[in-house]
């Protein structure tokens, strides 16, 4: 090692994938529905499409967490976004492509996706 | 590198390895296969998290699921239901950190933690202590690059000073003044050398340090290598400590690897090397003097100051001596600055301070708490009070230097000068709990028998004055005491403090001394009345039999193991008190409690 720049690279490399262990009360969370009805219609792939874009964009503050039924097992994969402040995002019928576009427009860009969300379900 | 969505810390101190943390990490791996989500989690050893009674523990991130009390056959469960289908074992986890909405709490809110400030322990059970690039993570090695490229030793031992710290190793002596002693010393070949040979009985501070944060050591020691102008350091360390030195070494290589120890680091002229010694576990050694004397390959023997050690030390040559708590909070003071740190405790004990808090408690474990927390706070609140509805009677910090603080004192703020009013000691931060089933006699003895053990037998006051004590009070705890013999305790033990030449000595009788003034009744009436009150000291008690209770039903006669109880069937029966040995056996296996202790 021979300057502060290379100590500042391997922290900020090492940083992003243990800071998770934080008690965090504040922080973007996104939970994803695993029970048995989730994991059958295809919700491991819309975590891992979560976890890859999360960790592709290097986005600080952000939780992929997953939960258990959530009820409404036939929209499945449902995925729920809370925003700090705001109210929670439910968005159905995921897929690992729908995923992505929930990150990169909601996440990043602080739209929610309205054509994905429970309300527009049965329209 | 695999993105994980998760994290399960497992503690790898000496109390969750030794309640079987191993298994659980194998167990844990085969798990996580068994169910396909291994490349999605990530299994980490790491130091100790403080809660040592409710061990082995495992903490889930992100959601901060702290389980207690963890068995391999509960592995499955936590994989199955919480890593993969994202239900959280609620009947596992520690109940505290269970809200009663079945919420999670965060562990800061816990009783245990809630009053619990992490400055030396920040790392530990965070991190894994194997990897450097963790530690570098969360600003390891920063405060030395600072130091480094920015600031000249003079600011360094400035900083420190402003901050106030003083020695955790149990003397409190002000830090910075060492580094200036030793750095005010012509130039030339200085040593840096870290005191981790930790002997006090229950005491396993820095033990857990060292385990859980070994970077923030070799971190500190070159800041302070910077600081005093050395090149070599040495960290003493006892080989009773495996993991530690396993670890420790193991972090050395690895700062070696990244040129964070070694020439010119940081690019700059600064060097620094940094070797392990081990010590053979004499409790002499973690004196300054005989640890140096161990260091250079003699028998670890201490020897008269002046010449301190930052004057003549190592191979007499300019040393400083720190222990291992002092070196931790080093790095954190020189990037928070030394306002900062100043800013926590109290006037003249600042920071905080780690302690080992065991005996008859609830919650034995690693607290840190700001200095100046009261010692009510850390039994009844951080430690969950005394086990099975006892009362609290004493206790004891600064092991067998040291000496009691009783009930009556329960409120007593800890920092150095407090606890020296009190005729205690800060020590190196060992807390014993005893609660009213303690003889506080047979404490004096069992301390005063370490040190008779492990006096260095140099000196005359030390190696027969403390072997004199010790009879006085067998002799007292067997019944065979008089009121002369306290008088003869009370002068032999200032003479021995006032002309041993070492710490060792100059403090063996602390023990003594405190019971001795808190609880002289207790002395008395093991002189005087023959009697134990707390009912320890078996010479002095007495099993018998309440002929009215007494069925006849042969239980205890038949479990005697020196046949010393004799009668015929369904009669009442008899304890021979020439044979009995007061094991106390018939005491637990009579069904009508007939037989009573007194």
């Not at chain 1, 576009?101 to 929610?112: G, K, L, T």
């Not at chain 2, 090149?231 to 670890?247: L, M």
């Not at chain 2, 637990?588 to 037989?595: G, H, L, Q």
Request: glycine share 10%; with cysteine; net charge negative.
């Amino acid at each position: 090692m021979k300057s502060l720049a290379e100590l500042e690279a391997i922290r900020n490399k090492t940083l992003g994938s243990i800071n998770l262990r934080n008690d965090r009360e504040e922080g973007t969370r996104i939970v994803v529905g695993m029970a048995t009805c989730g994991i059958a219609a295809g919700a491991r792939p819309v975590l891992s499409a979560l976890v890859d874009e999360v960790a592709k964009r290097d986005l600080k503050d952000i939780i992929v967490s997953q939960t258990g039924c959530i009820g409404m097992c036939r929209l499945e994969p449902i995925i729920e976004v809370y925003v700090p402040g705001k109210e929670k995002v439910t968005y159905v019928r995921m897929s690992p492509e729908k995923a992505v576009r929930v990150i990169s427009e909601h996440i990043v860009n602080n739209r929610p996706v309205k054509e994905f969300t429970v309300s527009e379900a049965d329209k | 590198m695999n993105i994980v969505r998760s994290h399960v810390l497992v503690c790898g101190g000496t109390g969750c390895t030794s309640s079987g943390s191993e298994k659980l990490i194998s167990e844990f791996e085969v798990q996580l296969k068994k169910a396909g989500i291994e490349n999605e989690v990530s299994v980490v050893r790491t130091g100790c998290f403080g809660l040592c009674a409710l061990g082995p523990i495992v903490i889930v991130y992100p959601e901060g699921a702290f389980y207690s009390m963890i068995k391999p056959e509960d592995v499955e469960t936590i994989v199955q239901e919480h890593l993969l289908k994202g239900r959280i074992v609620t009947k596992l986890l520690y109940e505290e950190a269970v809200s009663e909405k079945n919420d999670i709490l965060p562990l800061s809110e816990t009783q245990f933690y809630k009053k619990q400030q992490r400055i030396v322990l920040r790392n530990c059970g965070v991190i894994d202590p194997e990897k450097i690039d963790e530690y570098i993570a969360f600003d390891g090695y920063k405060a030395l690059g600072k130091v480094l490229t920015e600031m000249t030793p003079e600011q360094v031992i400035d900083v420190v000073k402003r901050s106030g710290i003083r020695g955790r190793g149990g003397a409190g002596f002000p830090t910075a003044l060492k580094w200036e002693f030793a750095a005010k010393q012509p130039e030339g070949v200085k040593y840096v050398c870290c005191n981790a040979d930790e002997g006090d009985p229950g005491a396993f501070m820095d033990r857990s340090v060292l385990e859980g944060d070994p970077h923030a050591v070799i971190e500190a020691m070159a800041i302070a290598a910077y600081a005093i102008g050395s090149e070599q350091g040495y960290i003493y360390i006892r080989a009773e400590y495996p993991i530690a030195v396993k670890r420790l070494q193991l972090a050395i290589d690895q700062a070696k690897e990244y040129g964070l120890l070694g020439n010119n680091i940081f690019d700059t002229d600064f060097s620094f090397d940094l070797e392990i010694r081990l010590g053979a576990g004499a409790f002499v050694c973690g004196e300054e003097t005989a640890l140096m004397t161990s260091i250079e390959g003699f028998r670890g023997e201490p020897r008269p100051r002046p010449p301190f050690p930052a004057v003549k030390g190592l191979w007499q040559r300019p040393t400083i001596l720190n222990n291992v708590e002092t070196y931790a909070n080093i790095p954190q003071i020189i990037l928070n600055g030394a306002e900062w740190f100043a800013n926590i405790g109290t006037e003249k004990s600042k920071g905080t301070k780690v302690f080992a808090v065991g005996g008859k408690i609830n919650n034995t474990g690693l607290v840190e708490v700001p200095m100046g927390t009261t010692l009510r706070e850390i039994v009844e609140e951080i430690g969950g009070g005394i086990p099975n509805g006892k009362k609290f009677k004493a206790a004891q910090t600064g092991g067998p230097s040291g000496g009691c603080i009783p009930l009556s004192l329960i409120d007593t703020p800890i920092d150095y000068d407090s606890l020296l009013s009190i005729g205690a000691m800060m020590g190196s931060g060992g807390l014993i709990v005893m609660d009213e089933d303690s003889c506080m006699v047979d404490i004096a003895k069992y301390f005063l028998d370490f040190t008779v053990d492990e006096s260095c037998g140099k000196c005359a006051p030390c190696r027969i004055g403390t072997k004199r004590m010790h009879e006085i009070l067998e002799k007292i705890t067997s019944g065979k005491g008089t009121m002369q013999d306290i008088e003869n305790l009370k002068a032999l033990a200032n003479s021995i403090k006032s002309s041993s030449l070492c710490g060792l000595g100059q403090t063996a009788p602390n023990p003594v001394l405190s019971t001795l003034r808190y609880f002289e009744d207790e002395y008395i009436a093991h002189v005087v009345d023959k009697k134990c009150p707390a009912g320890v000291c078996k010479d002095l008690l007495q099993y018998t039999i309440d002929k009215e209770k007494c069925k006849g039903c042969n239980i205890c006669a038949k479990n005697c193991p020196v046949t010393a109880i004799i009668g015929e069937l369904k009669k009442p029966y008899e304890i021979i008190q020439d044979k009995c040995i007061k094991c106390g056996v018939c005491e637990s296996k009579c069904p009508f409690d007939a037989i009573s202790r007194k």
